[in-house]
């Protein structure tokens, strides 16, 4: 089956760029999607890329698809205390598959 | 905006019981989705429904089943609650794909069982 991958933590200082990195196995999606999960909240979409993209750029977000290595990365520019959360990376071929979340920590 | 709500936001019961959890949404979505949520293992898909009265399995079907009798409303049954479905659970929903249409998430029950 389709399977996705995070490292489970990131710190991170203030005011630096904070990198998310994902890997996926299925050759097939079609999207490929960043969530943000808040503590004790449901999942937000945050952005999202469809697969014959390399890049897209939204404010302080950047993503990067790497098609050829099945890599995706989230890049937060200008890292604030409201970006702490859990970062789910998913790609969505017939389903959502999701990764297992990267929990990013701001150090002040 | 999409707005997708889970009756209950904590949630404990005892080995054994039957429980519901509810979820409803107010876009006139046709596809609502159950999730599990734990530590290290990301989201699982438990059921997922694409119309009314229509179901399908997802990755961890067992020991749960659905109900969608409405468009608006998808509820998970535990039959007989176990203390490994202590968990997160999510709802979500979506549009039907013509393109991309993101799934749309509530905020969670935490369901304890003791």
């Known amino acids: 089956g389709e399977d996705v991958e995070q490292s489970l933590f990131l710190s991170v200082r203030e005011g630096d760029s904070s990198v998310i990195n994902c890997t996926y196995t299925d050759s097939s999606s079609t999207y490929l999607y960043w969530y943000k999960q808040e503590p004790g909240a449901g999942l937000q979409l945050l952005t999202y890329?469809?697969?014959?993209?390399d890049m897209k750029q939204d404010q302080r977000l950047t993503v990067l698809l790497n098609k050829k290595d099945k890599h995706l990365s989230l890049r937060i520019a200008d890292t604030q205390t409201g970006d702490s959360a859990i970062y789910f990376c998913?790609?969505?071929?017939?389903?959502?598959?999701f990764g297992t979340g990267t929990r990013l920590t701001i150090i002040p | 905006d999409v707005k997708v709500t889970q009756s209950s936001r904590y949630l404990v019961k005892r080995t054994g019981e039957k429980v519901f959890l509810e979820c409803v949404q107010d876009m006139d979505h046709e596809n609502m989705f159950w999730y599990r949520q734990d530590p290290g293992l990301g989201l699982r898909l438990i059921y997922f429904?694409?119309?009314?009265?229509?179901?399908e399995k997802g990755d961890i079907p067992e020991g749960y089943s659905v109900s969608r009798e409405k468009k608006e409303r998808f509820s998970l049954i535990l039959e007989s609650a176990s203390t490994n479905q202590t968990s997160m659970y999510l709802c979500?929903?979506?549009?039907?794909?013509?393109?991309?249409?993101?799934?749309?998430f509530g905020d969670g029950t935490r369901l304890s069982i003791l």
């Open positions: 890329i469809f697969s014959n993209m």
């Open positions: 998913a790609e969505k071929d017939e389903k959502l598959t």
């Open positions: 979500a929903s979506s549009a039907t794909d013509r393109s991309n249409q993101p799934q749309h």
């Open positions: 429904s694409y119309d009314v009265k229509m179901k």
